[in-house]
């Protein structure tokens, strides 16, 4: 009995033996081979804008790339020499805070000073097509699936349904003095704008014309950006 009792401690002994041995083993093997680098996740300096905030960014059906900058204003990536180059759209204000595509392929870009410039040829003209607007700067473009355009600003929000060539003030229901930072579009058709001022989110179901604050818990934080997943 005595011996089958020290057996079995034996085997014990050599299998625990065995066993530290292999995870020493497999431990060794797995500091020594290099580190696997997956290739869904790298990033390569884009040769930018350099020293500038990088305020915008979108690229159009054609393929150009854009890219609006704080103190440079507006870029296009020329794929020929592989290098940025600036486009000028007028006016004293040097910045391009937000850029839109329509589905025709129109640009919009807004700027400092409330300017709203429009281009029909992928950028190689520019129009200012909100000279009548009051606010001091635009803040976010957003064209929906109606081809409204809508703009936020420091003093709500705009639409137009003509491309830019007219604007309204659609702020009903929108706390006075709100900031709008961000607008986005969700799949239903719905428009979310985040603002400033203590005032979150709105939402509007009829295309701008009324909007319904849609944040109690989040008024005071100030949304500067939105997106909606595909669901």
């Known amino acids: 009995m005595k011996n089958l009792k020290l057996l079995r401690i034996q085997f014990l002994l050599i299998a625990l033996m065995l066993l530290i041995y292999g995870c020493k083993k497999n431990s060794i093997l797995t500091e020594s081979q290099p580190p696997i680098e997956s290739k869904d996740i790298f990033w390569q300096f884009a040769n930018g804008p350099?020293?500038?905030?990088?305020?915008?960014?979108?690229?159009?059906?054609?393929?150009?790339?854009?890219v609006g900058t704080l103190y440079g204003g507006l870029y296009h990536f020329d794929s020929d020499n592989n290098s940025w180059v600036?486009?000028?759209?007028?006016?004293?204000?040097?910045?391009?805070?937000?850029?839109?595509?329509?589905?025709?392929?129109?640009?919009?870009?807004?700027?400092?000073?409330?300017n709203i410039y429009r281009s029909t040829d992928v950028g190689e003209h520019w129009t200012n097509v909100a000279s009548n607007l009051t606010p001091d700067f635009i803040t976010c473009i957003l064209v929906n699936s109606s081809n409204y355009v809508f703009a936020g600003s420091n003093t709500g929000i705009f639409r137009s349904t003509d491309n830019g060539a007219t604007w309204?003030?659609?702020?009903?229901?929108?706390?006075?003095?709100?900031?709008?930072?961000?607008?986005?579009?969700?799949?239903?058709?719905?428009?979310?704008?985040?603002?400033?001022?203590?005032?979150?989110?709105?939402?509007?179901?009829?295309?701008?014309?009324?909007?319904?604050?849609h944040s109690a818990s989040i008024n005071s934080i100030r949304t500067i950006s939105l997106a909606v997943c595909n669901n």
């Open 86 to 114: 600036q486009l000028h759209l007028g006016g004293s204000w040097n910045d391009a805070r937000t850029i839109a595509i329509d589905k025709n392929g129109i640009l919009y870009v807004g700027t400092g000073g409330g």
């Open 168 to 213: 309204v003030k659609t702020n009903s229901g929108i706390v006075s003095g709100s900031v709008v930072y961000a607008l986005v579009e969700t799949s239903n058709g719905a428009i979310i704008a985040g603002t400033d001022g203590g005032s979150g989110l709105f939402r509007s179901t009829d295309n701008g014309n009324n909007w319904t604050q």
């Open 50 to 66: 350099s020293e500038d905030y990088v305020l915008s960014f979108a690229v159009h059906s054609s393929g150009r790339t854009f």
